[in-house]
């Protein structure tokens, strides 16, 4: 599991995303604004099925919103990630969030995306 937050790649272009990975980010983006998180996420697994949470800040669990939406995955019986998504105003993926995705998926896509939805970079590794 990573100690330090995974960054995006850097890219010179907007990042032309696919339509499936288009609705995650606007899940997420919902999600975060339905509660007004600091993040939101969304994940779609082998079956096409989506999921999307936002950040969990509670005396007694914290959890980052991809971690929410993987676990969200994770307990709806998904084996695959296909692709993720975090809206966030940090640059840069946290640990946390990145190791979530990899226990089901160790190449799925994870887009980094600013609050207003544009697409700061891609984690493939």
């Known amino acids: 599991m990573p100690e330090s937050p ?8 907007p990042v032309e995303l696919s339509a499936e990975d288009a609705k995650l980010v606007v899940l997420a983006r919902g999600a975060r604004g339905r509660v007004g998180a600091v993040e939101g996420a969304a994940v779609r697994d082998q079956d ?9 800040s509670l ?8 971690q929410l939406a993987v676990a969200s995955a ?3 019986g998904a084996t695959r990630l296909e692709a993720a998504v975090v809206v966030t105003e940090a640059s840069t993926l946290d640990g ?3 190791a979530a995705v990899r226990d089901l998926a160790a190449d799925a896509p ?11 970079g891609t984690v493939v590794e």
Do not use: E, K, N
């Not at 995974?6 to 272009?13: I, K």
């Open 6 to 13: 995974a960054a995006p790649t850097a890219s010179s272009t």
């Open 48 to 56: 096409g099925r989506t999921y999307a949470a936002a950040s969990v």
């Open 96 to 98: 946390a969030g990145h």
């Open 110 to 120: 994870i887009h980094v995306a600013a609050p207003d939805g544009s697409v700061l």
């Open 74 to 76: 994770a307990a709806a």
């Open 59 to 66: 005396p007694s669990l914290a959890l980052t919103a991809l």
